[in-house]
């Protein structure tokens, strides 16, 4: 067993080794270690013991561990591995075809071009207009978002394992319970949450044998040698209480190994650059979202500008391909106009591989009441896309994956809400649309932008999007003397409408403190 273990070591070492010289900060980390190496404070009669001594001196060995710690989230879920259910395949393949053909329509019916160079004028005026895009005069009247978050729910709706055998005409299902997929049980959940003081629920709460007076003076003191130690897997840690909101942005930035540097500073500008050069349909859907999500909400309009910049910048970045290694979706590839269709004239559309759906936009808004910097913020904003949300809108068995929250959520509020669950099927009330719009946004432009930060330091905490339907079934277990008096999904709709008043923390705590599986 011993030997065997060993074997396994020295080849996950050997990926780790390639992996790490195919990354962009192994240049500068190399350089770095050279001079390291040829510094005075590495002694040749003790070569080693000196190296690892300087090595954790200067920081390295912590930037060295942070990269190990992010290069083994990323590898959690197996690179290269594509959806394994075959009907959950066709289902995303044939999705695929549907957002492609409603692209390629709109663009037929507009006559427009995907993409094309921009014309001297409109890149002078996008330039001198870059802070402040909402300005930008550009007739959006006819185009329209490709899809939205409830008609991808109407294609999950529809799926079925080719195990079913339906002895009815085929009609959409009214719950996910028949689909074999395995969830989380409450019991399975209480990691999430078990109880403890949290700033979320009572920041004014004196600690324990602590010598600070609250537990938020606590967390911010700690929260400082947190930063200053810079090792990720701690920040991870630390989140769990919550995080206080003068630190927040540095201890995401930590944690998602999204820090800002020369090297970063360089990408977004050349990502710019793309804008200006480059006049891409998918622009005018971005722009479309902001207008039609933050820039009518009265939390986030003020961030309108910097929104454009940031979404812009993303349907141009190329790396973010990287994450179609681990998902279950396939970008859309088409040939360069005039061009003969064969492998070195076909490329990716849009080059980030992703095209937005109405309420694309709502990624990105929690993360702007962090970062004054579009740079910072754009970086943010692609690793938490990249690790979490790419998950939210495709078709995939994955335990991540929104068809597996969604059910996670039918067979909570099934197991913990019966006669709610009754009432609704009586009343023909899908349960999963009380919860889907929730759970595909994240359950951002839903809840105070406070308690979004809040959900999502959990989510980073726990590096896992389950905390979606459990704070769906908390607020819905919330609202059911209400819900029960109502017989329409309109009424229902309207019961949950006002979540402003929702406080995810103690919410989550207490449906876990109170979780009793029969």
Not at 133 to 157: G, M, N, Q, T, W
Not at 167 to 176: L, M, Q, V, Y
Not at 274 to 279: G, M, N, S
Request: one cysteine or more; charged letters at 25%.
């Amino acid at each position: 067993m011993e030997d065997l273990k060993d074997v396994s070591i020295h080849h996950t070492t050997e990926i780790l080794t390639a992996e790490l010289q195919n990354m962009k900060s192994y240049k500068t980390f190399y350089e770095n270690l050279q001079r390291l190496v040829a510094s005075p404070a590495v002694k040749e009669d003790d070569f080693k013991n000196s190296l690892l001594n300087a090595l954790k001196d200067s920081g390295m060995e912590t930037e060295l561990r942070n990269t190990i710690f992010h290069w083994l989230r990323s590898r959690k879920h197996p690179m290269g591995i594509k959806e394994p259910i075959a009907y959950l395949k066709k289902a995303q393949v044939q999705w695929e075809k549907r957002i492609h053909k409603s692209l390629n329509s709109m663009a037929a019916e507009l006559k427009v071009a995907l993409s094309q160079v921009r014309s001297s004028d409109d890149k002078e005026e996008i330039m001198e207009k870059w802070n402040e895009l909402s300005v930008y005069d550009i007739d959006l009247s006819h185009y329209r978002p490709v899809y939205a978050p409830k008609d991808f729910l109407e294609v999950l709706l529809w799926i079925r394992s080719s195990n079913y055998r339906p002895i009815h005409p085929p009609e959409p299902s009214w719950d996910f319970l028949h689909l074999p997929l395995k969830v989380k049980t409450l019991n399975d959940l209480v990691k999430l949450g078990r109880g403890e003081l949290h700033l979320g629920v009572n920041p004014s709460a004196r600690p324990i044998g602590s010598n600070y007076p609250t537990l938020s003076a606590e967390r911010a003191a700690f929260g400082q040698k947190v930063i200053t130690i810079n090792h990720a897997p701690v920040t991870q840690e630390f989140l769990k209480k919550g995080s206080p909101r003068s630190l927040r942005a540095k201890l995401w930035a930590q944690v998602l190994g999204a820090e800002v540097g020369p090297t970063e500073e360089k990408y977004y500008k050349n990502l710019k650059c793309l804008v200006l050069q480059y006049d891409l349909m998918v622009d005018k859907l971005i722009i479309k979202d902001v207008q039609l999500t933050a820039s009518n909400d009265h939390q986030y309009f003020v961030f309108e500008d910097l929104l454009y910049q940031v979404m812009l910048c993303f349907t141009r970045d190329w790396e973010i391909l990287s994450v179609f290694k681990h998902s279950s979706a396939t970008p859309l590839y088409g040939t360069l106009k005039g061009k003969v269709p064969n492998v070195e004239n076909t490329v990716v559309y849009p080059p980030s591989g992703v095209i937005p759906f109405h309420g694309f936009t709502m990624y990105a808004t929690p993360i702007c009441y962090l970062y004054d910097d579009p740079i910072q913020l754009y970086f943010v904003f692609r690793a938490f896309y990249m690790r979490y949300w790419f998950r939210l809108h495709e078709v995939s068995s994955h335990e991540q994956g929104v068809l597996t929250l969604c059910l996670t959520f039918e067979r909570l509020l099934h197991k913990h809400e019966f006669v709610l669950w009754e009432h609704l099927k009586k009343n023909s009330i899908q349960p999963v649309r009380l919860a889907f719009k929730w759970i595909m946004r994240a359950f951002s432009g839903h809840l105070p932008p406070e308690q979004v930060l809040f959900l999502w330091d959990l989510i980073l905490a726990y590096d896992s999007l389950e905390i979606l339907p459990l704070l769906a079934l908390s607020i819905v277990s919330l609202r059911r003397e209400s819900l029960l008096t109502v017989d329409t999904l309109q009424n229902c709709e309207a019961v949950l409408a006002d979540l402003c008043s929702i406080s995810v923390v103690p919410l989550i705590q207490m449906a876990l403190v109170n979780c009793k599986d029969i």
